[in-house]
């Protein structure tokens, strides 16, 4: 919403709100995956299921894990998850004890793909790198570790979604 042609974003910051980090890094997020999407030429929902993926213990991981951590509903989990299986990215593999729930996995295929996109990754941090020192960039990656463990913490005391 505008007020006298001024974004609502920048009047809450003219009015004093201050740090906005998560704001900052949210917005950085999604600038960067849009941007990395077209890039590699897969769409970011993917790009992020190869991610949870790739990071998941070698057992596999579970849809609605998978949907918690994305935050998406578990259905669109299950539909993306359909397609690339039958793409041959991702396998699954059906809990023994309960055959209800099943495990993902990458496939070869899906390894390969992420293999390439680790490479892609690389060259979009090598350019991006010209715009900061190597200090700074140490000094955002420090910043952001910490604050992504004090965040799984706070989720995992359930004290945030």
Do not use: W
Not at 44 to 67: F, H, Q, T, Y
């Amino acid at each position: 919403m505008m007020s006298s042609g001024i974004p609502l974003a920048a009047r809450l910051h003219a009015a004093g709100e201050q740090g906005h980090l998560l704001q900052e890094i949210v917005r950085t997020n999604q600038v960067l995956i849009s941007g990395f999407s077209r890039l590699v030429g897969m769409p970011a929902s993917r790009l992020l299921l190869m991610r949870e993926l790739a990071n998941a213990p070698p057992a596999g991981i579970g849809v609605l894990k998978i949907a918690r951590h994305l935050g998406i509903n578990a259905a669109a989990v299950t539909r993306l998850v359909k397609q690339m299986e039958q793409q041959g990215f991702i396998k699954r593999r059906a809990d023994v004890k309960d055959r209800r729930r099943s495990y993902l996995t990458l496939s070869a295929k899906g390894v390969r793909t992420c293999e390439q996109l680790h490479a892609h990754g690389h060259e979009l941090e090598r350019s991006l790198s010209a715009v900061i020192s190597s200090q700074e960039a140490a000094v955002a990656v420090r910043v952001l570790g910490v604050l992504r463990i004090s965040l799984e913490k706070l989720q995992q005391e359930e004290l945030i979604p």
